[in-house]
């Protein structure tokens, strides 16, 4: 079955702090995998998306790391900001096509919800 | 980047009533629109797909009767939850994809509340 794993569910951290932020995936086959970021009461935004091939990916303070031998996938956050407060949603894709369409489905994870303390 | 948009944001009805949700791709066309709902602390559940012109295409376990989806255009699909009960009160989120690229962009979500 695939699924999406995440932990830790919840975190707090302190304002200027790093965390990192887990998934582990047992999706196959494998497209890409994506982290988003979602505030509360809004819709995901994405953060990085990366395909097999990529290791690491970077969007500013936010660094994604890849391991598609272990199938595992990291976020790390560097000096956390309180406007980082939200859920972080680890999403992979994988290559079934969609009934109707020509991609594939998307698996997502149930979220890390951060709080950042000043 | 691209952007999706919900209307209302927030929504509260009685029971029985009929509440319909729009989802517009602003600035892109979407051959392909879905529909999420989210549950507190949990994660986006797929309900449906909806391609452009064509019915739409639902999960196991989602009443098409009950959730009735539009795609008229390439840039408005329309969710309509009909004879709305209090278990329905949920957070409803769409996404929209361009037809070249599989990189899905989410509105912000519709906020219901059945009473």
């Known amino acids: 079955k695939n699924q999406v794993e995440q932990s830790p569910q919840s975190l707090i951290i302190l304002e200027g702090k790093n965390c990192t932020l887990q998934c582990n995936y047992t999706v196959s086959p494998f497209s890409n995998l994506r982290w988003y970021k979602q505030d509360t009461g809004r819709g995901p935004v994405s953060l990085t998306i990366?395909?097999?091939?990529?290791n690491t990916k970077s969007n500013g303070r936010y660094t994604a790391t890849l391991d598609a031998d272990t199938k595992q996938s990291s976020l790390h956050i560097t000096a956390s900001q309180l406007s980082d407060s939200a859920s972080y949603i680890c999403v992979v894709s994988d290559e079934f096509p969609l009934r109707g369409g020509s991609q594939g489905n998307l698996i997502f994870g149930k979220g890390t919800k951060l709080s950042v303390k000043p | 980047g691209a952007v999706v948009s919900q209307h209302p944001s927030r929504v509260i009805c009685k029971s029985g009533t009929s509440v319909k949700i729009e989802c517009r791709s602003l600035?892109?066309?979407?051959?392909?629109m879905f529909w999420y709902r989210q549950f507190p602390k949990q994660s986006l559940m797929l309900m449906a797909t909806?391609?452009?012109?064509?019915?739409?295409?639902?999960e196991q376990g989602v009443e098409k009767d009950k959730f009735l989806i539009n795609h008229a255009s390439l840039t408005l699909s329309t969710l309509t939850v009909t004879s709305a009960h209090p278990e329905d009160s949920s957070f409803y989120i769409c996404?929209?994809?361009?037809?070249?690229?599989?990189?899905?962009?989410f509105g912000p979500g519709t906020r219901l509340t059945v009473l």
């Open positions: 909806s391609n452009e012109g064509s019915k739409a295409t639902y």
């Open positions: 600035d892109f066309q979407a051959t392909t």
């Open positions: 990366m395909t097999f091939s990529e």
């Open positions: 996404s929209a994809r361009m037809s070249e690229y599989n990189e899905q962009f």
